[in-house]
């Protein structure tokens, strides 16, 4: 039966084509987020990309909608999509962008290259005198050991840090990692982190994770990067943190709430750094690519009436490692 496929993305005449010869029988429009109509929306029986959540919640006949991102929560609450429409998710198109992301944030807080950075904004030739930290050798804790946290795992290890990992379930450890832990284990592993990594979806079992208390286990002058979702971590004690030289800095690319208020404390501090969500962005073409690769390989499993690969369950709020057919990366 001919289906209704709506795309929303800023994609090339290739891309298109992949996604057309996906499933040839259906009928497509392609659009972008910014464009998208009403009209466009209510004739879709599936949809690729996020189009405004207000218009989304009046197609009552939804079959499917493959966000673009990996954490796309706002659609998940209750009454956005009807109640047997498949949600799945982006998560294995962002490893690539956002860890080199954070390796370079890692760089710029560890070798002190922030700090140069405003010396010569003030014209200043003057080194900082004491002792400067190394990525070899370092203990690094990832907290999120999905695609991204995998992919920054992985980085991390082949510049000579030691790896370990933290997941909801502990399962296999990977050759690159000293070991793998489950949640109930992250306090014991903070007091060694030289570098926490968090790459944590946004549930009600992260929310916060990152408190007072938690920050307090860190190790003195342990740096904090955060690329999940802002809700993770509280910003206010994250700030005190970093403000007493509990911990060193930290580079952020999601805060709680988004945009980060302008007179919010961390907006002030030197080795702190902030980017407004944009380390997974399209500005990476890969990033896009491989949105468009999931897309095309389910696509191919709807029309063929077969389980779709990355299917998001509305409680646990992410695609689990240990779900059969999830894609784990696209690297
Ligand atoms: N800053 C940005 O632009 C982007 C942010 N994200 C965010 O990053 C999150 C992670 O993305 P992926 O790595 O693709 O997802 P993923 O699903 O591959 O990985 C999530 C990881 O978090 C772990 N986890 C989940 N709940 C946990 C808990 N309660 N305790 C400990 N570990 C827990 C899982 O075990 C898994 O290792 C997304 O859910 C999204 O919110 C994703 C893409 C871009
Ligand atoms: O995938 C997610 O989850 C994200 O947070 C997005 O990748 C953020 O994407 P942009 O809004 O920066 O395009």
């Known amino acids: 039966m001919e289906k209704h496929i709506l795309v929303a993305l800023p994609l090339t005449e290739a891309q298109r084509e992949t996604i057309r010869q996906a499933a040839p029988r259906f009928a497509y429009r392609f659009t972008t987020q910014e464009t998208v109509t009403r009209e466009e929306i209510l004739w879709a029986d599936a949809i690729l990309g996020n189009v405004p959540v207000d218009l989304i919640r009046q197609n009552d006949h939804l079959a499917w909608f493959q966000s673009n991102f990996a954490g796309p929560d706002p659609y998940l609450e209750p009454g956005v999509l009807p109640a047997d429409c498949l949600v799945t998710n982006a998560t294995g198109a962002y490893g690539l962008a956002i860890s080199e992301w954070m390796l370079g944030m890692w760089l710029a807080l560890a070798k002190d290259l922030v700090l140069y950075r405003d ?120 700030a005190a943190a970093v403000q007493s030289g509990a911990l060193y800095g930290a580079a952020i690319d999601v805060t709680d709430p988004e945009p980060l208020p302008p007179d919010h404390p961390l907006w002030g501090l030197d080795t702190v750094l902030i980017t407004p969500h944009i380390s997974g962005r399209f500005s990476l073409p890969r990033t896009l690519e491989n949105i468009v690769g999931i897309f095309a390989h389910n696509l191919q499993r709807f029309a063929a009436g077969q389980t779709l690969d990355n299917q998001m369950s509305r409680t646990t709020r992410y695609v689990s490692e240990d779900t059969p057919g999830r894609r784990l990366t696209c690297e």
């Open 119 to 238: 010396r010569q904004h003030r014209h200043e030739w003057n080194a900082i005198e004491r002792p400067v930290r190394s990525i070899a050798g370092a203990r690094v804790l990832c907290v999120g050991m999905g695609d991204i946290g995998a992919s920054f795992a992985r980085r991390a290890h082949l510049l000579g840090a030691e790896v370990v990992g933290v997941r909801r379930h502990a399962g296999e450890c990977p050759d690159y990692c000293l070991r793998v832990v489950d949640t109930a284990h992250l306090d014991e592993e903070l007091p060694a982190a030289d570098l926490v990594a968090l790459s944590l979806p946004g549930t009600p079992q992260t929310y916060r994770m990152f408190d007072a208390a938690r920050l307090a286990r860190c190790k003195q002058g342990a740096i904090l990067l955060n690329v999940g979702r802002g809700s993770t971590v509280d910003c206010d004690a994250l």
